[in-house]
């Protein structure tokens, strides 16, 4: 087992099979004193439009977390373990609250946790534009 960068726009396929089953990931924000907020989140890989999705509640800390870094987004790390496996996706978070970004998160999350997520009107999407993903498989 090596550790490696991916190209996060086309992942090789053993990176992108372990994105795809299901695991528990963690998302790290930075609070306003510079610490990092680590949370257990599910999180979603769509290569193909260079984004990783994380649904949660408007309210949460790391929604606020993100907003506090202003338009350009809050610097962020999602990351997935599995034994000796990992896999890790940094870059710029956003909040969006669109219906339709967060019906297109809420489907992706479906279709990857097996289980369609519960109603909540005050869902959001974290989107994270992947700058570099790292990982050892």
């Not at 996060?8 to 610490?35: K, M, N, V």
């Not at 989140?41 to 907003?67: E, F, M, Q, W």
């Amino acid at each position: 087992m090596s550790t490696y960068r991916v190209n996060p726009a086309a992942p090789d396929e053993a990176y992108l099979i372990f994105w795809q089953e299901r695991h528990l990931c963690t998302l790290t924000t930075l609070r306003p004193d510079g610490s990092p907020h680590v949370v257990p989140v599910g999180v979603t890989y769509d290569p193909a439009a260079g984004l990783a999705r994380v649904i949660t509640n408007r309210t949460s800390a790391k929604v606020s977390h993100v907003l506090a870094a202003g338009p350009e987004g809050a610097r962020v790390a999602v990351c997935q373990v599995a034994g000796r496996r990992w896999a890790t996706l940094e870059g710029r978070a956003r909040v969006r609250t669109e219906p339709e970004r967060v019906a297109e998160a809420e489907r992706r999350y479906a279709e990857r946790y097996g289980h369609t997520p519960r109603e909540n009107p005050s869902r959001v999407v974290v989107e994270i534009t992947v700058e570099r993903a790292l990982g050892r498989g």
